[in-house]
């Protein structure tokens, strides 16, 4: 069974900075892809980016160059550190566990809590 807890969210000026931190109780948690994807108000849950087994990543096109996923297998943690804050990156980021490193929230069974990030001035 694979539970995931989502930390570091909070509110920012358009332009700042956020670390959020996925902990991941898993057994071979370096068998997983690790996914970050957030759901805007009133919108339906969208992509932001995933680390894969190996470490390679992948962004969603809006995200690239402002945001970075990275993995640190010897303590069970994934990271989004995002930069250059919009209001419209106003969301709840979810961190999620895949066995393939996928876009598809479908292919992703096992899910944290979310944790509200909130880009305003």
């Known amino acids: 069974q694979v539970q995931l807890v989502e930390s570091g969210g909070g509110t920012v000026q358009p332009g700042g900075s956020l670390r959020l931190s996925c902990a991941v109780s898993?057994?071979?948690?370096?068998?997983?892809?690790m996914g970050w994807f957030r759901q805007p108000p009133g919108t339906e849950r969208e992509f932001v980016g995933v680390v894969s087994r190996t470490g390679g990543t992948t962004y969603a096109d809006f995200v690239k160059g402002r945001f970075t996923i990275s993995r640190d297998n010897a303590k069970n943690m994934v990271y989004l550190q995002m930069t250059s804050l919009k209001p419209e990156d106003t969301a709840v980021y979810y961190c999620?566990?895949?066995?393939?490193?996928?876009?598809?929230?479908?292919?992703?069974?096992?899910w944290g809590q979310g944790t509200q990030v909130t880009v305003s001035s």
């Open positions: 898993a057994r071979a948690f370096v068998n997983y892809a």
């Open positions: 999620a566990a895949s066995p393939v490193t996928a876009t598809d929230a479908r292919l992703y069974a096992n």
